[in-house]
């Protein structure tokens, strides 16, 4: 039986899209793979650089219900952490020719890259982190969890290597989620199929039941407490010194009063108070997961912000270090690592870094790294709160109907001042939304004589005030910028037409007629009339026209069958995945996978492609394909969404008084007392920019393409000082 | 008697695994359409690749393995100059093996005998060391059996010391192996066509039943109580019997 074993830089074609295996981080010569359970997670390079997670599933766990399981997870990516849910599954069906080459990868699951570290490797690096990070860490891995608690969906199978910390990775990317989940495929939900193999709780994380199978709704309250309760604690270096290695609890501890449970339990009731510690007791000595903590009860108990650091004892003592599994000690760390030291100074050591950067001119790049890290050390709980109200409305609503592909994703641009300007110049002012104006949508659609080719010159009317189309030689017509209902009527003098007219209203979709010829002297249609009939006659009437029948004309020539291709994307180049891409007259449709690619074979003349999804524009809305093409591309535009945000001082205290403004066209708003500010109903590509007085902000403005939390720093002007 | 072998290998209680591999005259003999030796080179090569992948979190690789290289033929050849971390050898790739003349195995087994008697002590959370010996044909010199009975005897709580034996032989099994997803593996009762082979089988541990269970998630059907002997008649099945050598359970 061939093993999948592919070699560093091997290709594999994915959807018209060409991957190569990238090169392991740590093992020179080696695809980068990192096995776990059930798989082995490659990392794929596509040609424009961008990276995706390619899960090439054991014999055992390749299961035909991964396909259907994609497309119930797909909505579930707009949920904040979980963007892994947005997935292609390969499948005989669709990606014949590959899985023929190679069969182990039957049932591969493409996905996005999570960049970041695992909280495992956190564990293991035992770097110290602040307080606030510590809550920052706790909270979001709360929120997301509180949040798919909500809505009636958990995990089953968290652990420190299935939760990974982009926010805590030296290349996040911008708006990416503090935390994110993966191994996403036995997670439990109202719609999800029950998996056949049930996960029993990996080790360090497993509640004493878990053995008799996780999937329920209450299936993560003890892992989740216990990586909630791992990331409060880390900031103090007695719970640090204590841990055990890949897991802070040894794997057979869990459950019992050992001396590292007594050490986390204190170490959060001096830190973060007696209510979160009280969560995890309950937690540690509940003897079923309904006896648990929600998430929900584990947001309340958390203070709004981070104690200060005079909370938090000193480096432990050396009798702290000897745990009772010889736990090997991280006060071998260089000292710029040890809390108390470094940690007592980032925010003016980043703030100072990211003044000099800017004032460089430095990379694009170089100045991200620099502003996230600045964001890393922003409290940011109250703005994600605003943010995640309407996201989780959102998410609930798409739950209901789990089969609608949808993603909310952030994909934010932060610009340097000089980019601002180039952009403002290039992009053309935009109208203005108007409020209650129903959207815009387009119709397309063909219609075919009784030959089975297209009728030309049919004028196709769309009632009172809207100007008609015509056909054209193959019969193909198409309508843009129509709102609300509107009745589709075909007319061409000596046809009737099948139905004589069609309701269509809403969204865009494809309409097509049949038609016949009710006079002696029909048209020919489609391009045999200027190529196998002499043009009709001037005055038709009194002529006898030649007798044209099907059998007496020439076969036409065999339409060449063609294949077309090409990726959707959003304005900055970030794929979007499950668009719907309808092609006419019944060749069906195709969705986008996770890398915005897709491709459609077995067409033959003029197809229309009318794309779709959810909550998003694109531009063009129809496009025309006739022959093969392989960059047949469409930019979509998220539609309506919030942004919220904070404006802070480079301590992290909030500023009032800010003017943010979203251009173009949007009202602004002012932060409140402590800097928070929220903006709704917001489309397209919006600019935010802050302003007061001849302050200045770092950075001077975000675009943003969907729903995501900003945060800009403020420096006021005082003369003298730059 | 089998105990747990439940215990998961991790960077804080890696697995030690020692090769020793033969690199007699007679591995230079094409097995397939290659050299013996180039074929054990890529089956270890690709039991590597594994422990590295399933030492990977994120972009780092945590040493869940441990391992010492021992080549032997006249001599013992120290191919990694001692025990190193999974971590260390991803690096170094697979040492280049050349065949040498005749096959001393009992010195192989003896330096291994060494090496655990240094790593035991510190071995005790660990999961139980595995020593994996791939030959071709029969010992030159000394009876390597009382060696490997010692080893066998060793333990930390997880349970003894394991010994495989990869047999790279037309004269194993007295029916060809068709499917090795299929084929259960030998068995106390299977009829074994050398003596060579019945020794073997006699210095080879039972497989651990978390062992049977991991190689199960590969599609692989050994069953319970299956020898850790295997017969090299093919490319797959040496193979199928490195990828053993790294079926410690991980988390």
Redesign the interface.
Same mark, same amino acid.
């Given at each position: @039986?061939a093993?999948f074993?592919p070699e560093v830089n091997q290709r594999i074609l994915i959807d018209g899209v060409s991957y190569a295996l990238a090169v392991? =981080?740590?093992? %020179?010569? @080696?695809p980068?793979?990192?096995?776990g359970?059930?798989a082995?997670v490659y990392q794929l390079c596509a040609d424009d650089g961008h990276r995706c997670g390619f899960k090439v599933f054991?014999?055992?766990?390749r299961v035909p219900a991964l396909v259907s399981l994609a497309d119930q997870l797909a909505p579930l990516a707009s949920l904040p952490g979980l963007a892994v849910c947005d997935r292609t599954v390969l499948s005989a069906r669709r990606h014949h020719d590959l899985l023929v080459e190679h069969p182990d990868l039957t049932y591969a699951v493409l996905m996005p890259w999570i960049y970041? %570290?695992?909280w @495992?490797?956190v564990l293991? !690096?035992g770097e110290a982190i602040s307080p606030k990070q510590s809550l920052l860490l706790a909270r979001s891995l709360g929120e997301t969890l509180a949040c798919m608690e909500e809505s009636g969906l958990a995990h089953c199978d968290l652990?420190g %290597?299935n939760v990974?910390v982009p926010g805590m990775a030296p290349e996040s990317a911008p708006g990416s989620q503090m935390i994110a989940l993966v191994d996403v495929e036995q997670m439990y939900g109202p719609n999800l199929r029950r998996p056949p193999l049930l996960p029993g709780g990996? %080790?360090?994380y497993a509640h004493k039941t878990a053995s008799e199978g996780l999937w329920s709704a209450e299936a993560d309250r003890f892992a989740g407490a216990v990586l909630m309760a791992e990331m409060l604690g880390w900031c103090d270096p007695r719970v640090r010194a204590a841990s055990? !290695?890949?897991s802070y609890f040894d =794997?057979q501890e869990l459950g019992r009063d050992t001396r590292r449970y007594s050490i986390l339990l204190q170490s959060l009731k001096e830190i973060w108070g007696s209510a979160a510690a009280g969560h995890f007791e309950r937690v540690w000595h509940s003897d079923t997961l309904i006896d648990c903590s929600t998430f929900g009860e584990w947001l309340v108990s958390l203070p709004r912000e981070a104690p200060d650091e005079s909370v938090i004892p000193a480096e432990a003592h050396e009798s702290d270090q000897s745990s009772d599994? !010889?736990q090997?000690s991280h006060y071998d760390l260089p000292s710029e690592h040890r809390y108390g030291r470094a940690a007592n100074r980032p925010e003016t050591a980043a703030a100072r870094n990211l003044r000099r950067i800017r004032r460089s001119g430095a990379p694009r790049a170089q100045v991200l790294k620099a502003i996230n890290e600045r964001l890393a050390r922003i409290p940011y709980w109250r703005t994600v709160g605003a943010a995640l109200v309407a996201v989780i409305m959102t998410v609930v609503i798409m739950l209901v109907t789990l089969d609608t592909p949808d993603r909310h994703a952030a994909h934010l641009t932060r610009e340097t001042p000089v980019a601002t300007q180039e952009r403002q110049r290039n992009t053309p002012v935009q109208p203005t939304p108007i409020a209650n104006q129903p959207p815009l949508y387009a119709l397309s659609g063909r219609v075919i004589g009784p030959d089975g080719h297209g009728v030309g010159k049919v004028i196709v009317r769309f009632g009172e005030g809207l100007s008609s189309v015509l056909t054209d030689p193959d019969g193909f017509w198409q309508k843009d910028g129509l709102a609300g209902s509107v009745t589709v009527k075909p007319h061409k003098e000596g046809w009737a037409f099948a139905p004589e007219s069609r309701s269509a209203g809403g969204s865009s979709a494809t309409v097509d007629f049949s038609a016949k010829p009710v006079t002696a002297s029909p048209e020919p249609t489609g391009t045999q009339h200027r190529q196998d009939v002499p043009a009709p006659s001037a005055t038709p009437a009194r002529t006898e026209p030649a007798p044209v029948t099907r059998s007496s004309r020439p076969m036409p020539p065999p339409r060449p069958i063609y294949k077309v291709s090409g990726r959707v994307t959003d304005e900055v180049g970030n794929p979007i995945g499950g668009v719907l891409l309808t092609f006419g007259s019944g060749h069906g449709t195709v969705q986008t996978d996770a890398s915005g690619s897709w491709s459609k074979s077995g067409l033959s003349g003029t197809i229309p492609i009318l794309i779709k999804k959810p909550g998003w524009s694109f531009t063009p809305t129809i496009r025309q394909v006739s022959e093969a093409g392989n960059s047949v591309n469409f930019i979509g535009r998220y539609k309506l969404f919030t942004l919220a945000g904070r404006v802070t001082d480079i301590k992290g205290r909030g500023i009032p008084g800010v003017t943010i403004s979203f251009g173009p066209g949007f009202d602004p708003v002012i932060t409140d007392r402590d800097g928070y500010w929220v903006k709704m109903s917001l489309e397209g590509a919006v600019t935010v920019t802050p302003q007061r007085g001849s302050a200045f902000f770092t950075p001077v403005s975000i675009t943003a393409y969907g729903p995501g939390v900003l945060s800009f720093v403020y420096t006021p002007v005082v003369s003298g000082i730059d | 008697m089998e105990r747990g072998y439940s215990t998961?290998a991790?960077?804080?209680?890696p697995a030690l695994i020692i090769y020793l591999l033969d690199v007699s005259a007679s591995m230079s003999q094409p097995l397939g359409n290659k050299r013996r030796i180039d074929v054990v080179t890529e089956a270890l090569s690709?039991a590597l690749?594994?422990m590295?992948?399933?030492s990977?979190?994120?972009?780092?690789?945590?040493p869940r393995y441990r391992v010492a290289m021992l080549a032997y033929s006249d001599h013992v050849y120290d191919l990694l100059n001692g025990v190193k971390g999974v971590?260390q050898v991803?690096?170094t790739?697979v040492p280049d093996l050349s065949p040498q003349r005749t096959t001393e195995t009992a010195q192989a087994f003896a330096r291994a005998e060494q090496i655990l008697q240094a790593e035991l002590p510190r071995l005790r959370?660990c999961p139980a060391p595995m020593v994996c010996h791939m030959t071709d044909g029969e010992y030159t010199g000394a009876d390597p059996e009382p060696f490997v009975s010692r080893i066998k005897q060793m333990a930390v709580p997880d349970g003894n010391v394991l010994v495989e034996n990869i047999f790279i032989s037309e004269k194993v099994l007295s029916e060809p192996v068709t499917?090795?997803?299929l084929w259960p593996g030998i068995m106390r009762e299977t009829k074994l066509a050398a003596d060579y082979a019945r020794k073997l089988r006699a210095m080879s541990s039972a497989m651990p039943e978390s062992y049977r269970l991991t190689m199960?998630?590969?599609?692989y059907h050994l069953a319970p109580g299956a020898s850790l002997l295997f017969p090299g008649t093919s490319p797959?099945l040496v193979?199928l019997g490195f990828q053993m050598s790294a079926a410690t359970p991980?988390?």
């Open positions: @039986m093993i074993q392991h =981080p740590a093992a %020179p010569g @080696m980068y793979g990192q096995e359970r059930q082995v054991k014999p055992r766990f970041g %570290p695992t @495992m490797e293991l !690096g652990s %290597p990974l990996s %080790p360090g055990w !290695g890949e =794997p599994s !010889g090997v | 998961l991790t960077q804080k209680t690709a690749r594994q590295v992948f399933r990977t979190k994120g972009g780092r690789l945590s971590d991803a690096h790739g959370d499917d090795p997803t199960m998630e590969s599609n797959e193979a991980v988390r």
